[in-house]
């Protein structure tokens, strides 16, 4: 099976100690960090913003991975960029123009991410996209906490998805060393997890562990 990048959501990580947990990740071999951005308005949770993700911008090198779960992110995609994102995914769901928001994305030259609600089916407005998107990140909780069980309806999602799309998959939510073998033999490339790496105490033996 291809190697799987690891991508730890630090939505569990101890806030007290970021700059403590970014270093433990970074040096248990983590290769993205997922950045989970909420607004209390498109999910109930409320979560970090810009200002957070400059200051994790300065604590490490890794690729910042951030997932957008607010209301109208075309409203925002230049301030998160202006930060320090490398990837920003927005959602299907929360753009009232979205050609135009993932347009906005491209234009500021980070690697750019659909992301699509368990419910979301893969339709042909999806399709349509998918030869401009560099990532599509397959939702298998709803979106607004870390720490729910995963939903197994993702797993024909991503089978669907692989035999129609060449670029990365990401799978975010729930994600353990139980489901990580069933995922990646779906077909991901990206592993988000949160709390199947920030629950433990040694994070490399979990990322290995998720990488398989
Ligand atoms: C949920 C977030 C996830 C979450 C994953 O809305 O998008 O990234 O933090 O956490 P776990 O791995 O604990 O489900
Ligand atoms: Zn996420």
């Known amino acids: 099976m291809k190697k799987v990048l690891v991508a730890p959501s630090i939505l569990s990580a101890d806030f007290g100690n970021l700059e403590r947990e970014i270093r433990d990740i970074e040096r248990a071999g983590a290769d993205l960090i997922h950045i989970d951005v909420m607004d209390g308005h498109f999910v109930p949770n409320i979560t970090i913003g810009p200002v957070v993700i400059k200051g994790i911008r300065k604590l490490t090198k890794m690729p910042l991975d951030v997932h957008l779960m607010i209301d109208e992110p075309i409203r925002y995609?230049?301030?998160?960029r202006d930060a320090g994102s490398d990837w920003i995914t927005v959602h299907y769901e929360s753009c009232d123009d979205l050609p135009e928001t993932i347009e906005a994305v491209r234009r500021t030259g980070a690697q750019t991410g659909l992301s699509l609600k368990p419910k979301t089916a893969i339709d042909e407005r999806v399709k349509q996209f998918l030869p401009i998107l560099d990532v599509v990140l397959i939702m298998s909780v709803?979106?607004?906490?870390?720490?729910?069980?995963?939903?197994?309806?993702?797993?024909?999602?991503?089978?669907?998805?692989?035999?129609?799309?060449?670029?990365?998959?990401?799978?975010?939510?729930?994600?353990?060393?139980?489901?990580?073998?069933?995922?990646?033999?779906?077909?991901?490339?990206?592993?988000?997890?949160?709390?199947?790496?920030?629950g433990q105490k040694d994070r490399a033996k979990a990322i290995e562990k998720l990488r398989g």
């Open 77 to 80: 995609v230049k301030e998160f």
């Open 142 to 198: 709803e979106p607004g906490f870390g720490g729910q069980k995963f939903m197994p309806e993702a797993v024909p999602k991503i089978i669907e998805l692989r035999k129609l799309y060449k670029g990365l998959i990401s799978i975010d939510g729930g994600i353990n060393a139980e489901y990580a073998p069933v995922v990646r033999k779906a077909g991901v490339d990206v592993l988000v997890a949160g709390t199947a790496v920030f």
